[in-house]
């Protein structure tokens, strides 16, 4: 690890505007990683111009220092010296901030994706990593975290592991989640508010997928489809269906999940999650997607019944 310290401080050397962001419908790792580095630019390189720009990002991770900051308008005409993407596969995953990416003097890519395509100038790429905070925290000097920082590293490693249970956390990530811990951070607040708190419509849509789940290929393969109907009724957004997935993958001899949902234009945001050895980032990438091995996603054009039925045979021939 240690070649790599202040691997990030050579690259913001010299640079007097930075953008960051990282991928749309952002999740704990993207918001928790992105912060991060945002968080280390403004207490060490006060004198640059810094720039995040995500979607909307969910309410429980707004106690994050300068969460409040985030630019969900995409409104800036800087042309910035260095552009760092986080937590993203693909430029286009960067949404409306591909734009800024393109235009950007030298950029820069952290993440842990195994679709990475490496379509940066720099690219600081391990898909063995946990998460891409776990390579924040490599890229920065330990003695430079501060709390603030420690908070969102862990929110990432906590959300991306599934509270450091998924075959992605490492011995590694444990001593990194370890260092955190020492900086003063409240971890028990974290994993319990921002990972396993969910609100009662977001149980009620959860109740209303696993009765809509069925299974497929004798078993293997666990299916369930979310209507836009369905999420009106509950009042919840795309953003509240985290975790369904998870929940889908841990019925008993089910080898693969599938959790659809209805987007309103036509097409359904798929995503998959797997027990024991399946490539799941192989079946997503068919579909324009990506992901990790253990876990991808991908966007499909419906009806419904037929996308479950592509996906399904992608599936079947390789399982
Ligand atoms: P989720 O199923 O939670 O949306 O995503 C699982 C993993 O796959 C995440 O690491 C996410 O970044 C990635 N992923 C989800 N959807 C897409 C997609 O449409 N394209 C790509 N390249 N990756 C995706
Ligand atoms: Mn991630």
Known sequence: MSQKINYLDR????????GIAGHVRPDGDCVG?????????????PHIYVK??????????????????????????????LFIALDCGDLGRLGNAADFF???????????????????????IYPDASSTCELVYEVIDTDKITKEIAECLYTGIVHDTGVFQYSCTSAKTMEIAGVLMEKGIDYPKIVDETFYTKTFSQNKILGQALLNSELYLNGACIVSVITQKEMEKFGVLPKHL????????????????????ENGDGTWKG??????????????????????????????????DVAVARVLNEIEARL
């Not at 690259?11 to 930075?18: A, F």
């Not at 890519?109 to 679709?115: G, M, P, Q």
């Open 11 to 18: 690259i913001l050397n010299g640079k007097t505007s930075v």
């Open 33 to 45: 990683s992105t912060l991060a580095v945002y968080n280390y630019i403004k207490e060490y390189y």
């Open 52 to 81: 995040l720009f995500l979607e909307p990002i969910p309410n429980i991770f707004k106690f994050l220092q300068y969460s409040a900051e985030i630019d969900s308008n995409y409104a800036d005409s800087t042309k910035f010296d």
């Open 102 to 124: 393109s235009a950007a003097k030298s950029t820069l890519c952290i993440d842990h994706h195994i679709s990475n395509q490496s379509f940066a100038d720099e690219n600081y």
């Open 242 to 261: 985290d975790g369904i997935v998870n929940q889908l993958r841990i019925t008993k001899d089910v080898r693969v999940a599938l959790f659809l949902y």
């Open 271 to 304: 995503s998959l999650r797997v027990n024991g050895d399946f490539n799941v980032a192989e079946v997503a990438i068919c579909f324009g997607g990506g992901g990790h091995v253990k876990a991808a996603g991908f966007t499909i054009d419906g009806p419904a």
